[in-house]
Structure formats: structure tokens, C-alpha cells
């Protein structure tokens, strides 16, 4: 069975930080490029970071950029989404997902395997 298991959310205060995991089960994610979205309630589903099958053309969000990292480990068959400085919009339900191309994508119908999500509320 393929999946992704997300893990990392929780509650946390404005300026604080959290990092995001997706461990891959089932397949092997070094072939794919790998997105986080994000979920807010009453909103769409938008990407916030994305890291390329080489992981040498990534891509950041506006909102997120100098916040955020993305990185992977293929040896962990994971990849991690570190983020800083945390603010009550990035508020959501976050998610991974795997695309089988060498670049990115924005475009959520363009990835074919998705995990559950991970809830992040950044509140005082």
C-alpha cells in the first residue's frame, strides 16, 4: 500500500517553530518530487514548498520564503519542511505529496500520491 504518514503539527505560539515530516511507506520517494500544501479552512488548497527529484530546483511560497526549508533524506525515504518564525496565518492543515517528475509543481492535480495531513495552529 502506498503512503504518506505526515507528522510534526501542533499548537504553537507566533514566532515559534515546528518541522514537518512525510515518511513514504510503500514506495520510493527518491524518484519523485515531493510538495507541502496547505489547507486552511474556508480556503483552497495551496502549495508552500516543493523540493525537485535532485532537490536543486525548489520552490518556496512568497509568504514563506526565509521562513521555510524543505529538505529530504532518501536514505529515510523523508522528506522534512522546517519552519521558523511562524505566524497565526500559516495556520492549516498541511500536507505532503509526491509528483513522478523532476521538477516542481504549484498545481495540486498534478501529484498523484498525498498524505493524511498534519495539523499546524500557530495561536497564543
Known amino acids: 500500500q502506498l503512503q504518506f504518514v505526515e507528522s510534526g503539527g501542533g499548537l504553537v505560539q507566533p514566532g515559534g517553530s515546528l518541522r514537518l515530516s512525510c515518511a513514504a511507506s510503500g514506495f520510493n520517494l527518491e524518484h519523485d518530487s515531493i510538495g507541502w500544501f496547505r489547507q486552511a479552512p474556508g480556503k483552497e488548497r495551496e502549495a508552500v514548498s516543493c523540493i525537485s527529484r535532485t532537490a536543486d530546483t525548489n520552490y518556496y511560497e512568497d509568504s514563506v520564503k526565509g521562513r521555510f526549508t524543505i529538505s529530504r533524506d532518501n536514505a529515510e525515504n523523508t522528506v522534512y519542511l522546517q519552519m521558523h518564525a511562524l505566524i497565526p496565518e500559516d495556520t492549516a492543515l498541511y500536507y505532503c505529496?509526491?509528483?513522478?517528475?523532476?521538477?516542481?509543481?504549484?498545481?495540486?492535480?498534478?501529484?498523484?500520491?498525498w498524505g493524511q495531513g498534519t495539523q499546524v495552529t500557530v495561536s497564543s
Open positions: 505529496a509526491a509528483r513522478n517528475s523532476w521538477i516542481c509543481s504549484r498545481r495540486p492535480e498534478t501529484y498523484e500520491k
